[in-house]
């Protein structure tokens, strides 16, 4: 069964430092996702993207924060500055029309020291 | 807003049948999800209500009423490995799907 996949499944990093959050969404998806949970808490939406282009963003999805889909099999987050509270799992989702399931990848796990 | 309310934990005994409530805002409705996740796993689909009644799925139901703005799910023949978090999810209406999420009912199954 297809599925959508996450790398890497941990990443370190020092606050400051940019971070790409990679992603392989199940191939014949057409609308892609990140949400993010902090440890103990709900998840939360960060961003929406189809047709190459955001469709939909968050408040917390700020200036630091930016996606792409540089070819036709990768989507990545990136964030250019971590910050401490930015420590989370992140996980990528993708779906196949506007109105079906989102299927959710494994998750990063990101540590800002 | 867009709350989305759920009880914070639940316990049950394998066998049983649990219900898991969640109420939301009605306004800017397009579809109710629930999803399961493990500690330190990701979300995995479970059902999704965007008419009004009962959805059936093997051990797993769920329950839309649209007017007052509820769901339920509905476990049955509970299992060891049920224990999980269960997250209520909406929909936002003509966007492009972006989902809200409650903040999870943590259900512990005991023998």
């Known amino acids: 069964e297809p599925e959508v996949t996450q790398t890497p499944s941990h990443q370190v990093t020092q606050m400051g430092q940019e971070v790409i959050l990679r992603c392989v969404p199940i191939?014949?998806?057409?609308?892609f996702y990140w949400y993010r949970q902090i440890l103990g808490q709900k998840v939360e939406f960060l961003v929406s993207f189809y047709n190459n282009e955001i469709s939909e963003k968050s408040e917390i999805f700020d200036d630091q924060f930016s996606v792409e889909r540089p070819d036709g099999s990768n989507f990545t987050l990136k964030i250019r500055s971590t910050k401490l509270e930015d420590s989370a799992m992140y996980f990528c989702a993708s779906s196949r029309p506007q109105n079906n399931e989102q299927f959710f990848g494994p998750g990063t796990r990101l540590t800002v020291l | 807003g867009q709350n989305i309310d759920q009880p914070t934990e639940m316990t049950a005994t394998e066998g049983a049948i649990v219900q898991i409530n969640c109420t939301y805002q009605?306004?800017?409705?397009?579809?109710l999800f629930w999803y399961q996740q493990h500690a330190g796993e990701a979300p995995t689909f479970l059902s999704y209500n965007v008419l009004d009644g009962l959805e059936e799925k093997g051990r797993f139901s769920s329950f839309l009423s649209r007017s007052k703005g509820y769901s339920y799910l509905l476990l049955k023949e509970l299992q060891m490995k049920d224990s999980a978090s269960y997250l209520c999810?909406?929909?936002?209406?003509?966007?492009?799907?972006?989902?809200?999420f409650g903040a999870g009912t943590r259900l512990a199954v005991h023998p």
């Open positions: 009605t306004s800017g409705f397009n579809g």
């Open positions: 999810a909406k929909r936002g209406a003509g966007g492009y799907n972006k989902l809200i």
């Open positions: 191939s014949n998806h057409l609308y």
